[in-house]
């Protein structure tokens, strides 16, 4: 188009990078500053519950904001609609994840799955170390996995609740798990961004990963040592009281150790390399197929029926696939655990993640992303400032494209050229690229990752409870900077 002769685009891995000559930064900043205003208020106004709606207008009018500079920019309508359309195509894969996350927690639910990881749970873990093996269960299952979205969706709900159960602190709890299952994501060969980081950087995978452990050891540890003392110091007066909890789960669920069939059937095939959402859809089914089998009763009950038929099966399996569902017991602590919104539950953080997207791909097609990440570029006149930069340029893609793919491609495509040129191996960006794009995009509410954990651990999009205990997430991007301030494990390329 004649009007758009200074927009190029430079393809990546199927991302695009525009860049817009007509805008300038302080242009392209605008939407930020409006957004982050208008978010600000917005929380001032609605507190805890900004999140369950006026948020994702917020989000919308940020788009508008960002379009009009656009319009001004001589970007058009139908550029910035098609790169819209290409963002929320490109989570299409995050979408349906999320609606199954929401049909495994409904039959895991019914089966007695959950219940029984909490029942035998309580009587393994205590307050004073279960913060710190929360932290070394999830890391396990997400190196193995690949994936902390999966970690998440199944060891991470019941460490929630029975975290809930010993009375510590839902936000202490979903951090620990978190922290454990970012670790994992980061070291496994099986994870998405893991791959993707050296893709971006040129550089090979596990030369990348035996270089983030450099850094991500250390933070892990440091993590351990935190919860740790937190444990220690949790007011806890004596054994917590959980028989009465015991025998109220006892009383509602048939408990047996075949129901870990199961979930064990779920990582082994993530760990055979079985997509995630392949994996998530025969989880929840075969969960449903288990309820049937072990909690009969439950699935008559639940289905408004006087016994169980083949159509009363169906429809109490179906009810925990897709609606509400609350399974009550003798105690009131636990009527609020067991409950679960099965894919309608999801809905809402849907909603959240098409509305950052919009935001996310309008702020792409004025080129105000490659805008912000080259002046930050610019900045950089020493090698920690080139180091500096790539953390706040994958700090800033986080937080206005609402994306971890985007913080690690857009950034990696700018960066590359600068750090070959200063004679840095590509280990060292695509180490950075993860210690400062990967694991932070948990800590922003409307990134696609802060929703979807927010929604499986907390019940609803948009909690930040765990934001101040997401302690590896929070320590990762200074870690790398004291790392390259003090030239601690820097690789260069050989001189030819």
Not at 93 to 122: E, N, R
Not at 172 to 183: E, H, K, R
Not at 367 to 387: E, H, N, Q, R
Request: aromatic share 8%.
């Amino acid at each position: 188009m004649q009007d758009e002769k200074n927009i190029t685009e430079v393809k990546i891995e199927n991302q695009k990078v525009i860049q817009n000559k007509e805008l300038n930064i302080w242009e392209a900043l605008i939407p930020v500053i409006a957004l982050i205003g208008m978010l600000a208020y917005n929380i001032y106004v609605f507190g805890d519950d900004a999140l369950s709606g006026s948020n994702q207008f917020i989000l919308l009018m940020g788009a508008s904001v960002a379009a009009v500079v656009g319009f001004f920019n001589k970007v058009s309508y139908h550029r910035m609609l098609e790169e819209v359309a290409e963002n929320v195509k490109s989570t299409t894969g995050a979408l349906l994840i999320l609606l199954m996350v929401g049909a495994l927690a409904g039959t895991w639910l019914v089966s007695g799955i959950i219940p029984t990881m909490i029942y035998y749970g309580l009587q393994i873990l205590n307050p004073t170390i279960f913060l710190a093996a929360c932290v070394i269960i999830c890391a396990i299952i997400s190196i193995a996995t690949g994936s902390s979205w999966t970690t998440s969706a199944t060891v991470g709900i019941a460490l929630v609740g029975i975290g809930e159960t010993l009375g510590i602190s839902l936000g202490m709890t979903a951090g620990a798990v978190l922290s454990g299952a970012y670790f994992g994501d980061k070291m496994s060969p099986l994870s998405d961004t893991t791959n993707l980081a050296p893709a971006m950087a040129g550089g090979e995978l596990f030369s990348h990963i035996k270089y983030m452990a450099y850094t991500t050891i250390p933070t892990i540890v440091i993590t351990l040592i935190i919860f740790v003392i937190i444990g220690l110091n949790l007011d806890t007066t004596g054994s917590p009281q959980i028989s009465d909890k015991l025998n109220a789960i006892d009383n509602a669920f048939n408990i047996s150790p075949w129901l870990f069939v199961v979930p064990v059937i779920v990582i082994v095939m993530i760990i055979k390399k079985t997509p995630p959402l392949i994996a998530l859809l025969i989880g929840a089914l075969l969960g449903g197929i288990m309820a049937i089998i072990a909690q009969p009763d439950l699935i008559v009950e639940i289905a408004g029926a006087e016994s169980l038929t083949f159509q009363s099966a169906y429809q109490g399996i179906m009810n925990a696939l897709t609606v509400d569902t609350a399974i009550t017991t003798s105690s009131a602590e636990l009527n609020d655990l067991f409950t679960a919104g099965g894919m309608k539950g999801m809905l809402g953080t849907i909603w959240l993640i098409v509305c950052a997207m919009v935001f996310g791909g309008v702020m792409d097609a004025i080129g105000a992303l490659s805008k912000i990440t080259d002046s930050l570029l610019k900045m950089a006149t020493s090698v920690f400032g080139l180091f500096a930069s790539t953390v706040a340029s994958c700090l800033a893609l986080n937080l206005t494209a609402s994306d971890q793919y985007l913080a690690l491609v857009v950034p990696g495509k700018m960066f590359k050229k600068a750090y070959e040129d200063r004679g840095l191996a590509p280990e060292n960006l695509s180490r950075t690229l993860e210690d400062s794009g990967t694991v932070t995009s948990v800590l922003i509410p409307w990134n696609t990752c802060g929703a979807y954990h927010s929604k499986v651990l907390f019940g609803y999009a948009g909690a930040t409870a765990y934001i101040p205990f997401a302690f590896f997430s929070i320590i990762s991007p200074f870690m790398t900077l004291l790392f390259a301030a003090f030239r601690i494990k820097i690789k260069y390329l050989l001189k030819k």
